[in-house]
């Protein structure tokens, strides 16, 4: 097939922003201006890795960025062509009137989006959210909420934190080991500034959370990868690279519910691993980023929570729980001096928290509000976790593994059969349906597997998108040879 359009990119590897961006972009700036119009291809990967003299998945990258972004669509042995329904501002009357009659059509379908594990914004407590805020403003002494406050949060929320840390995950924290921050992702960057700098390495599983990843990064560590089996993170992975690497300053992990496979980090790991952390004074950084909606008899107590150990960051979030709108994450350590720095940064770039919002989730939490939602979000989440699970029994039980989670809002699904992620992403696209791709929890090696989120999606939208990803993982086409 001719392809007459000429790439024009230098690639410039001084830049801070990737190769495979840089391509991406040029690629979406051509788009917009016109010079590259709807149904044109794209050169094919490996003749432009050749004309860039890159490595073929640079390119490989820059086209899946295009793809899950809606600039381009990729048909099957024909190639990477220009989407027809461009994401651009139309400036046409007759172009806006088309796409509302096409968006109102019953053959056109909204993207379903399989995100990370999102919570259903539907059922958040948003009307005694809303109630908790008049209360504040109502009171007498509002206007001393209208000034700074502490750095570290409101100290009676961070109390409360406290205490649910101690009562319901068995933590011993008091409020002053406590940092309110904006989110749970905050709460990573802060302790990756105060923990880490240039030449400290830091263990991390694998596959994993890649967000966090690019905290420690930012903070100039270096990643030492861990493999990730039934069990958790592999010990002798973490024990191996402890001996052989200088300057390991701490250890990531995600042991409730691993990201993203789910899978719960096994008492005997737990130990051998505070053994670990205690014996090369590492520090474990551990982010409980899934821990209230869990359906079997308790969830499993954090790490953090063994006294034995001696140094450790907890980080927790509650936007899962009121509102994923709200960024509301907090972290807990027993090293005042980290808590200090903490502190001290986020003076810096942040000064405090949302003070009226931790007053309104305060109160929440008080009137006994939050803790209604948790159950009655709890018994929501199950059905829907219990249809999914239904649903992979019936379709996907004989190309794919999966076994049914305790909790959280997502299962891991593996193939039996090893799969061209690629085509795979690329034609769910054509069918309206967004996953993850796999690398974007992958170290190096793409893993064969892929987290299907289920809490922000309707049970039309799970039906129908199950039968739709058993098809694709069906297809001869992409099978890897």
């Given at each position: 097939m001719l392809r007459p359009w000429k790439l024009e990119l230098e690639i410039d590897k001084e830049l801070e922003k990737a190769v495979y961006l840089q391509i991406a972009d040029t690629f979406i700036t051509d788009i917009r201006s016109g010079r590259l119009k709807a149904g044109d291809a794209l050169p094919g990967s490996r003749n432009l890795a050749m004309m860039l003299k890159i490595n073929r998945n640079t390119v490989v990258e820059a086209y899946q960025v295009l793809i899950n972004e809606e600039w381009v669509i990729s048909k099957e042995r024909k190639g990477i062509f220009v989407s027809d329904k461009l994401p651009v501002l139309q400036e046409s009357i007759s172009h806006r009137h088309q796409e509302a009659e096409e968006s109102s059509s019953p053959l056109h379908k909204p993207m379903i989006n399989f995100d990370d594990g999102h919570p259903d914004s539907k059922i958040a407590p948003v009307t005694e959210l809303a109630r908790a805020y008049r209360e504040i403003f109502n009171r007498k002494a509002r206007w001393q909420m209208m000034g700074y406050g502490n750095e570290h949060g409101d100290i009676e929320f961070r109390r409360t934190i406290s205490q649910m840390l101690n009562h319901q995950r068995g933590m011993h924290i008091n409020e002053n080991e406590i940092s309110i921050t904006r989110g749970s992702q905050m709460a990573m960057f802060l302790t990756a500034q105060c923990?880490?700098?240039?030449?400290?390495?830091?263990?991390?599983?694998?596959?994993?959370?890649?967000?966090?990843?690019?905290?420690?990064?930012?903070?100039?560590?270096?990643?030492?990868?861990?493999?990730?089996?039934?069990?958790?993170?592999?010990?002798?992975?973490?024990?191996?690279?402890?001996?052989?690497?200088?300057?390991?300053?701490?250890?990531?992990?995600?042991?409730?519910?691993?990201?993203?496979?789910?899978?719960?980090?096994?008492?005997?790991?737990?130990?051998?691993?505070?053994?670990?952390?205690?014996?090369?004074?590492?520090?474990?950084?551990?982010?409980?980023?899934?821990?209230?909606?869990?359906?079997?008899?308790r969830p499993i107590l954090p790490v953090s929570s063994f006294m034995e150990l001696k140094n450790y960051v907890y980080i927790g979030t509650l936007s899962k729980v009121v509102a994923p709108a709200l960024r509301i994450g907090y972290l807990a350590s027993k090293d005042p001096k980290l808590i200090q720095k903490i502190g001290d940064l986020r003076k810096i770039i942040d000064v405090q928290g949302d003070v009226i919002m931790e007053q309104a989730v305060l109160q929440l939490i008080k009137d006994g509000a939050v803790k209604k939602h948790i159950k009655k979000a709890t018994v929501h989440y199950r059905n829907k976790r219990d249809l999914v699970f239904n649903l992979l029994e019936k379709h996907l039980k004989n190309i794919a593994d999966f076994s049914l989670p305790e909790g959280g809002l997502a299962f891991w699904i593996i193939p039996k059969e090893d799969v061209n992620w690629d085509v795979v992403t690329a034609l769910l696209i054509e069918k309206n349906i967004n996953i993850i791709h796999p690398q974007q929890y992958s170290y190096d090696k793409i893993i064969n597997g892929f987290r299907l989120s289920y809490g922000s999606l309707s049970e039309e939208q799970l039906i129908d998108s199950i039968k739709i990803i058993t098809e694709v993982l069906k297809h001869k086409n992409v099978k890897l040879k």
């Open positions: 923990l880490l700098k240039a030449g400290d390495r830091i263990i991390v599983e694998n596959p994993g959370y890649k967000p966090a990843w690019k905290a420690f990064e930012y903070a100039g560590a270096e990643l030492l990868p861990a493999a990730v089996d039934h069990e958790g993170i592999l010990i002798e992975d973490v024990r191996k690279l402890v001996l052989t690497n200088k300057n390991v300053k701490a250890i990531y992990i995600t042991p409730h519910r691993q990201y993203p496979t789910t899978v719960t980090l096994s008492l005997s790991r737990r130990l051998e691993l505070i053994e670990l952390s205690n014996k090369h004074g590492i520090t474990i950084i551990e982010d409980d980023y899934d821990n209230e909606f869990h359906f079997g008899y």
